[in-house]
T-cell receptor, first 117, second 111 residues
Framework: DAGVTQSPTHLIKTRGQQVTLRCSPK?????VSWYQQALGQGPQFIFQ???????QRGNFPDRFSGHQFPNYSSELNVNALLLGDSALYLC????????????????FGAGSRLTVL | DAKTTQPTSMDCAEGRAANLPCNHS???????VYWYRQIHSQGPQYIIH???NNETNEMASLIITEDRKSSTLILPHATLRDTAVYYC????????????FGEGTQLTVNP
């Protein structure tokens, strides 16, 4: 059973460019969220998608946008790249809480490492 | 979500129990304690979570104090593959997919 898959695994961009990262959720999961992890820090929540709509958003500028497709896969787009956008971008999927309360467990992918020069 | 405090780093001998503490003194009654870990070059991995009772699964045990202001994650027989950054996270059931990660504890298991 494939878990969360992300592509590409590594990419290099220059300042001002745009980037698109892709994520396929774990089988049976319908909710996708994105996190940014700078070197040496914990992941930071960007946003969550469910039923093809953004449901929650962290403290990130509008340069960060996303999309969810009918098959639950998702894209993260970042426009006008800055040096500070260099980070590991993590995708996580989950399903609505079933049974036990509070059990909204996230399954993370291995991430896409973005370097902005 | 309540703030958590963890030691920056810990060491453990292979085969021994690893006990990772977490302080969450401002936790609310409806907030759960979650533990995730991140092995180098991988995404975070869910370990365990609990509300007020102690919990155990195939990976670890979670001990929550009676006043819920702190907890301890126990890896009963640590192996070299348990070397990772361990994150203690407090979240409400209504937080959805939003997890607030701190800097975690770097656990190094030594041979």
């Amino acid at each position: 059973d494939a878990g969360v898959t992300q592509s590409p695994t590594h990419l290099i961009k220059t300042r001002g460019q745009q980037v698109t990262l892709r994520c396929s959720p774990k089988s049976g999961h319908d909710t996708v969220s994105w996190y940014q992890q700078a070197l040496g820090q914990g992941p930071q929540f960007i946003f969550q998608y469910y039923e093809e709509e953004e449901r929650q958003r962290g403290n990130f500028p509008d340069r960060f946008s996303g999309h969810q497709f009918p098959n639950y896969s998702s894209e993260l787009n970042v426009n006008a790249l800055l040096l500070g956008d260099s980070a590991l971008y993590l995708c996580a999927s989950s399903q609505p809480s079933l049974g036990r309360s509070g059990a909204n467990v996230l399954t993370f992918g291995a991430g896409s490492r973005l370097t902005v020069l | 979500d309540a703030k958590t405090t963890q030691p920056t780093s810990m060491d453990c001998a292979e085969g021994r129990a690893a006990n990772l503490p977490c302080n969450h003194s401002t936790i609310s009654g409806n907030e759960y304690v979650y533990w995730y870990r991140q092995i180098h070059s991988q995404g975070p991995q869910y370990i365990i979570h609990g509300l007020k009772n102690n919990e155990t699964n195939e990976m670890a045990s979670l001990i929550i104090t009676e006043d819920r202001k702190s907890s301890t994650l126990i890896l009963p027989h640590a192996t070299l593959r348990d070397t990772a950054v361990y994150y203690c996270i407090v979240r409400k059931e209504t937080s959805g997919s939003r997890l607030t990660f701190g800097e975690g504890t770097q656990l190094t298991v030594n041979p």
